[in-house]
Nanobody, 125 residues
Framework: QVQLVESGGRLVQAGGSLRLSCAAS?????????MAWFRQAPGKEREFVAG????????YYTDSVKGRFTISRDNAKNTVYLQMNSLKPEDTAVYSC?????????????????WGQGTRVTVSS
């Protein structure tokens, strides 16, 4: 089993910044896992935001956050971060961390086996 715990969500004004964290643990977790952030806004479907493989520094982003969000990871801490800058009201959502036992980052939530409980981000205008 793999456990994921997110933190860092809160209310922030438009134009502000937040950093979300996702701490991974569990016997099954290893450096071969790909990690991703998804978000779900009220009344909308869950969408892929960003992903990163543990084996390299390549980050993958949905178009709406490119240039504003940065995903990174600390292997020693088994933690993935999502730095969010220039936040917009449309970024308001519950952000969830997900993991899959592969080095390949995919954008469909169906491909992820493990999920955190989510952390709420609210961006006020």
């Amino acid at each position: 089993q793999v456990q994921l715990v997110e933190s860092g969500g809160r209310l922030v004004q438009a134009g502000g910044s937040l950093r979300l964290s996702c701490a991974a643990s569990g016997r099954a977790f290893s450096s071969s896992y790909a990690m991703a952030w998804f978000r779900q806004a009220p009344g909308k479907e869950r969408e892929f935001v960003a992903g990163i493989s543990w084996s390299d520094d390549s980050g993958y982003y949905t178009d709406s956050v490119k240039g504003r969000f940065t995903i990174s990871r600390d292997n020693a801490k088994n933690t993935v971060y999502l730095q969010m800058n220039s936040l917009k009201p449309e970024d308001t959502a519950v952000y969830s961390c997900a993991a899959r036992p592969s080095r390949v980052v995919l954008t469909s939530s169906n491909n992820y086996s493990y999920w955190g409980q989510g952390t709420r981000v609210t961006v006020s205008s």
